[in-house]
């Protein structure tokens, strides 16, 4: 156990750690063109937030939750998902007093007690937006066109987007009573989770993953014909903005997504070269979230994206970036009382803003220039007997494999006026 990772989890490496940042580089650049704010917050959370605010007829409270007690008799619970800890944040440091709508963004770690599988760990990676304050549909469109903004500028293609609008609390009681009558003489069949559903909220029904239970909610009501007047013209309204920013669609009845705070707006992206995991990106409205959390009743809307999925799409288009691990100077001592002399040219070079590095394993000169080629190195900087007496540096382009005998005072002003060209 001391040198194997918990099951779920995943170390990532040097040689994919360029790919994390890459993808991180254009969330930030994608969410400081929609004016999005970034916010990190705890990784752990008092476990009573996510109960209230995710709703404990969730398979993520029920089943997946990564709870303990702490010295303080506390329950603490690692964050299953952000945007609980987001509207906690929000209420607590009374982000509404500023600018409204509130306009955040996150990127970090989630934790879920789940069965790992392609693209699914049990510390897994999230980005994802939040905007509170606003309740127009407009507000659902910008939410989704940043999201298909960012996998656009990714390359992805192959790309679906789903929509829904899964009602209000005036609505849902009537699609409710609907759904039950529906189950009534097919509940004996459910699953033993979707039996305890049908009392507390038939909707989760639609979303098992049970073949069963997905074989007998074939033909159950609609949402969508049981909306409110003002559910109905919102969920019109973001048709027709998605339909003007030219952002193609697809309304599915069905989706309901995974947590209990969604009201109106609920929406997926889907990459379907994934297979079975192919959602990427979901998300919805959760008017109802800030007012069951303690707050004044306010609505917003938000997402989340698998950053591993993300890059697993990407991986399969091949637009995954080569990772640049060249560096502009080795510096290869040749023999002990050069080392110094070496260390103190390495720090001037690092402090002067030139990615450089040196030996440290008392390598041989071929060894030491063998090595420097595997970064690769564009110019390596020798230091033997006869550089050391005379205070200078015998520094070798790579690229031409010529080589210039200069002072060691010199060495800093040479590279600098080389990374410039």
């Given at each position: 156990?001391?040198?194997?990772?918990?099951?779920?989890?995943?170390?990532?490496?040097?040689?994919?750690?360029?790919?994390?940042?890459?993808?991180?580089?254009?969330?930030?650049?994608?969410?400081?063109?929609?004016?999005?704010?970034?916010?990190?917050?705890?990784?752990?959370?008092?476990?009573?937030?996510?109960?209230?605010?995710?709703?404990?007829?969730?398979?993520?409270?029920?089943?997946?939750?990564?709870?303990?007690?702490?010295?303080?008799?506390?329950?603490?619970?690692?964050?299953?998902?952000?945007?609980?800890?987001?509207?906690?944040?929000?209420?607590?440091?009374?982000?509404?007093?500023?600018?409204?709508?509130?306009?955040?963004?996150?990127?970090?770690?989630?934790?879920?007690?789940d069965r790992p599988q392609a693209g699914r760990y049990r510390q897994f990676h999230q980005f994802g937006i939040e905007a509170i304050g606003a309740e127009g549909p407009a507000i659902d469109a910008e939410v989704i066109s940043l999201a298909v903004a960012f996998l656009n500028k990714l390359g992805l293609s192959d790309l679906k987007l789903l929509i829904n609008s899964v009602g209000c609390p005036q609505c849902r009681p009537v699609y409710r009573a609907k759904l039950q009558e529906f189950f009534q003489?097919?509940?004996?069949?459910?699953?033993?989770?979707?039996?305890?559903?049908?009392?507390?909220?038939?909707?989760?029904?639609?979303?098992?993953?049970?073949?069963?239970?997905?074989?007998?909610?074939?033909?159950?009501?609609?949402?969508?014909?049981?909306?409110?007047?003002?559910?109905?013209?919102?969920?019109?309204?973001?048709?027709?903005?998605?339909?003007?920013?030219?952002?193609?669609?697809?309304?599915?009845?069905?989706?309901?997504?995974?947590?209990?705070?969604?009201?109106?707006?609920?929406?997926?992206?889907?990459?379907?070269?994934?297979?079975?995991?192919?959602?990427?990106?979901?998300?919805?409205?959760?008017?109802?979230?800030?007012?069951?959390?303690?707050?004044?009743?306010?609505?917003?809307?938000?997402?989340?994206?698998?950053?591993?999925?993300?890059?697993?799409?990407?991986?399969?288009?091949?637009?995954?970036?080569?990772?640049?691990?060249?560096?502009?100077?080795?510096?290869?001592?040749?023999?002990?009382?050069?080392?110094?002399?070496?260390?103190?040219?390495?720090?001037?070079?690092?402090?002067?803003?030139?990615?450089?590095?040196?030996?440290?394993?008392?390598?041989?000169?071929?060894?030491?220039?063998?090595?420097?080629?595997?970064?690769?190195?564009?110019?390596?900087?020798?230091?033997?007997?006869?550089?050391?007496?005379?205070?200078?540096?015998?520094?070798?382009?790579?690229?031409?494999?010529?080589?210039?005998?200069?002072?060691?005072?010199?060495?800093?002003?040479?590279?600098?006026?080389?990374?410039?060209?």
């Open positions: 156990m001391l040198t194997t990772g918990p099951r779920g989890t995943k170390d990532i490496l040097p040689d994919s750690s360029g790919h994390w940042q890459y993808v991180e580089k254009i969330i930030r650049e994608v969410c400081h063109n929609f004016a999005y704010q970034e916010i990190r917050t705890p990784v752990f959370e008092h476990t009573e937030l996510f109960l209230r605010g995710i709703g404990d007829t969730t398979d993520i409270v029920e089943k997946e939750m990564y709870t303990f007690t702490d010295r303080a008799k506390r329950s603490i619970t690692l964050r299953p998902e952000n945007t609980a800890s987001a509207v906690r944040s929000y209420l607590e440091n009374k982000l509404y007093s500023g600018p409204q709508p509130t306009k955040l963004f996150y990127i970090g770690p989630m934790f879920r007690y003489d097919k509940r004996a069949h459910l699953c033993s989770d979707c039996q305890s559903r049908y009392d507390r909220n038939p909707m989760r029904i639609l979303d098992c993953k049970n073949e069963t239970c997905a074989k007998y909610s074939q033909g159950a009501p609609h949402m969508l014909d049981c909306l409110c007047e003002e559910c109905g013209s919102h969920f019109a309204g973001l048709q027709e903005l998605l339909t003007a920013a030219g952002i193609s669609f697809v309304i599915n009845p069905r989706l309901v997504r995974g947590l209990d705070y969604y009201t109106k707006t609920a929406f997926e992206i889907q990459y379907s070269p994934l297979g079975a995991q192919s959602a990427v990106c979901g998300g919805g409205r959760y008017d109802g979230l800030i007012a069951e959390c303690g707050g004044q009743p306010t609505p917003g809307i938000g997402f989340a994206i698998g950053i591993e999925r993300v890059l697993l799409a990407l991986e399969k288009q091949a637009l995954l970036p080569s990772i640049n691990t060249a560096i502009d100077v080795f510096v290869a001592p040749l023999g002990t009382e050069a080392r110094a002399v070496a260390f103190q040219l390495l720090t001037e070079l690092r402090y002067a803003g030139i990615a450089a590095d040196m030996d440290f394993m008392n390598r041989s000169l071929k060894a030491q220039m063998k090595y420097a080629n595997k970064y690769p190195a564009k110019f390596v900087a020798l230091i033997g007997e006869d550089e050391l007496a005379a205070q200078k540096v015998m520094v070798k382009n790579m690229d031409t494999g010529s080589q210039e005998l200069i002072a060691r005072t010199a060495l800093v002003p040479m590279i600098l006026e080389e990374m410039e060209k």
